[in-house]
């Protein structure tokens, strides 16, 4: 049997169940209504009940006995060392389109890691291929109701489908959605569309048989694979056109109609660089369902037009002096000067530049924001007259840092160019205010 490692508690949320009960960083839970925690499923399933008892070892060895009466769902607030509370478990895949095989070589570690761990997918909303999901671990996700689960599907052939993960058991792994599906467990899924791989026949062969899964596979996202110029000796892969790109929504529209006439639902989601590429208007807010595949790039230009006109019309405007500058990858640019223009019709002294940067460290096939670097940035605003800040989306930056891609740091950054940086929360309140200054009139 696999040894259980001990689960030590990194930090306590204040005013906590946690803190209440004196338990202080360097701890160690032991376990949970007398059961060992395997990992973080475990122990989100063992605390859900109302009346816990749980035992904690101290740093001078002693263990504490505590019992713990508490609404049911209510957590404990306790973050530990390790989030997964057992190891990270890797891709087993070699998947045709894998954007970190396209990676430079000397860029930090972190990034070359491949988690395909259907715990991450719970936790975090990852995507996960389900190849080296095991039967214990299918059936702890419908013991527990660890939903929504989220899926790479790529396709519903099988044989194609071992072909671009490069696994030969993942055709089968897709039998364990129907297991998913009978257990009335949520899912959500996505495809990554390769140029003459997956997409056309193909892909409409996927939209039919996904549909089956209806209503418990809630949305199925289609998003155009990321190439970046570091793929020598990977598997030729072709960029998307235009045209392509309008065959795809018509394609993903066609669906939509039929599935929402019988379900409802839109559930087939386009991502909004299709939309971007064919140059055509980005849907209305109905067709999202909800913004279910926000996260996957789907529907972040319809929200952030919506949340930038609920903010405006709260606003009066007025003749407030501020000049700034926006910098953002070239397939956003456009949108932003859009909503730019409608906050300057408000706020007409409000001077505001969109700079468009284009991505010469990963190629120029790769034109979304999210991955430009701190060095792209630099040496394409340098000698700008960027005004009083440069603002710049959080999703730019590794997660809970200031940090970009390439290593280089805002503070970094902002020395360079000589101008204060803002980094501004994906959400058009947020967006309002950071070009407009702030304070609301």
Known sequence: ????????????????????????????????????????????????????????????????????????????????????????????????????????????????????????????????TLTNMSQEDVDRIITYRMEPINISFQTMNPELRCKMLHNRFAGEALKKVDQFYEAGIIMNGQIVLCKGVNDGEELNHSIEQLTQYLPYLQSVSVVPVGLTRYRDGLYPLEPFTREDAEQVLDLIHSWQERIYREYGTHFIHAGDEWYLLAEREIPEEETYDGYLQLENGVGMVRLLREETAAELAERQGDDRKRRVTIATGELAAPILREIGDDITKKYPGIDLQIQAIKNEFFGGKITVAGLLTGQDLAKQLSGLDLGAELLLGDHMLKSGEQVFLDDMTVAQLSGTLQVPITIVKSDGKAFVEAVVGGSKA
């Open 1 to 128: 049997m696999k040894k259980i490692r001990e689960h030590v508690i990194k930090s306590i949320e204040p005013g906590s169940i946690a803190e209440e009960l004196e338990l202080e960083p360097g701890d160690v839970l032991v376990e949970v209504n007398g059961q060992p925690v395997r990992d973080v499923l475990d122990y989100h399933y063992l605390i859900n009940e109302e009346y816990l008892e749980i035992v904690v070892r101290k740093p001078d060895g002693e263990e504490w006995e505590l019992e713990i009466e508490k609404e049911y769902e209510d957590d404990l607030g306790i973050e530990f060392e390790n989030g997964m509370m057992d190891d990270y478990r890797s891709c087993s895949n070699k998947c045709i389109f894998c954007f970190i095989d396209q990676l430079p070589k000397n860029m930090r570690k972190t990034l070359y890691f491949k988690d395909d761990d259907s715990r991450l997918s719970f936790l975090q909303g990852n995507y996960v």
